[in-house]
């Protein structure tokens, strides 16, 4: 049957991990669920992933991963004996290995819709009123638009790259971090506006790969969501690095030939200039409403987010909304999890998320992940606690590795022992962090983690002697 005028139990408006993975939950529990994406990918041809899989988390990790393997042989490989002169990178083979994984993972996400019975609608879904949709066909070849209606619809249309007037994207010079992942050389200058994730990840790729990368930071503080230990200690390990981090700039305009960039910006020594190849603007990203018209009525926030309460429930009957769409950090793990609550509260069942234990992971190297509370807002919310650090350098895998620097730091409350806050700077933490987070879903305390046995020797090793450090007894710091 032609999917025009057919009802579903959920219809599910995106693609995304939200959208993706409220739709296989939904199935899973019974539902006839469809899922509307319009997202055309490098070739024109429709994908599903959203912006995680095509243009965001996956892709800047497959750079990441191979950034990383070309500096440690540049600058690391010797000190093993392991000798390499005059390694190259070749752009085109790194930009086509990451295409590849994306394609495969958008294949297989379309793989999973299907073994689900997931129905794909190939379209952008504007929300009608009493629960309809119009499904408008990406390609002119896929016929005119139709309506679609459920008894439940999850809205999970994500977020787009915030837009700053001064530094216009055009795709060519100035980009956004889509076009960060497709550059065809290593730019020899490079600017980034915004010393966030998405610039702090993006500068990281380019600066292994030998670019002179310069990050300009409107904020006086580096990574001020961050612990400020950690920040400071990852700010120094990433200047070190090469990456020329100016806080306190503000980017006042720019302008382009067809060769190169001008940046003009306000900074604690006064208006600078600077001259680059490219320029990747990373101010943040808003939330992504702009197909889904206003017929329905659906409310927003004042920040132009879909108004949702603590369950997801949007202020139109049968309308969820989840993930970056939403209020709460903009995540895909958040987002995932918001689905499948989200699917669960439909079926009649419990819907679990707990707010207060989502992992941040910042794939620098190294990596910076964290979950809790930081030191400092405890401080302000005047919350007794106690802390204990302990540093990669003292740890015998991590200098086996040859990676000694940063630390894992736990903060407990000073009466319970109740983990608050768990924070690392240090290799591989975006995996170490797991631990942490599961101890405090159970609502562990730093003497849980001290009392279970670590293998040796690992990396997680440093998070039990962290745990020891709470009571002041680490073994080997
Ligand atoms: P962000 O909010 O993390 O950082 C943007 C930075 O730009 C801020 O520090 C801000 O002060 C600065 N800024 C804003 N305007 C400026 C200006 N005019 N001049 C100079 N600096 C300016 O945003 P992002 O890095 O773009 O990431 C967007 C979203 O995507 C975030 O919510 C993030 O959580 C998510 N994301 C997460 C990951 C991850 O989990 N590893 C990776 C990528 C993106």
Redesign the pocket.
Known sequence: MEPANKKFDVLVIGGGPGGYVAAIRCAQLGLATACIEGWLNEAGKPALGGTCLNV??IP?KALLDSSHHFAFIKHEAAEHGINAPGATMDVNRLIARKSKIVQALTLGVAGLLRKNKVEWLQGFGKLLADRQVEVTPVTPESGAAYTVSATHIIIATG?V??R?P?APVDNELIVD?TGALAFTEVPRRLGI???????L?LGSVWNRLGAKVVV????TEFLPSADCQIAAEAEKILRKQGLDIKLG???TGTASNNREVTVN?DSPEGKQQLTLDKLIV????RPNTARLGTDAGLKLDERGFVDVDDECRTNLPGVFAIGDVVRG????HKAMEEGVAVAERIAGKHGHMNYTNIP????TWPEIAWAGRTEQELKSAGTEYRSGAFPFAASGRAKAMGESGGMVKILSDSGTDRILGVHILGPNASELIAEAVLAMEFEGSAEDIALTIHAHPTLSEAMHEAALGVDQRSLHF
């Open positions: 965001g988390c800047s977020s790259p915030v700053i001064p971090s506006v915004g010393a966030g994730v998405i610039g990840e300009l930071e409107a904020l700039s503000k980017v910006f990373a101010v943040g990203r950090p903009m995540l895909a941040w992971v910042i794939y």
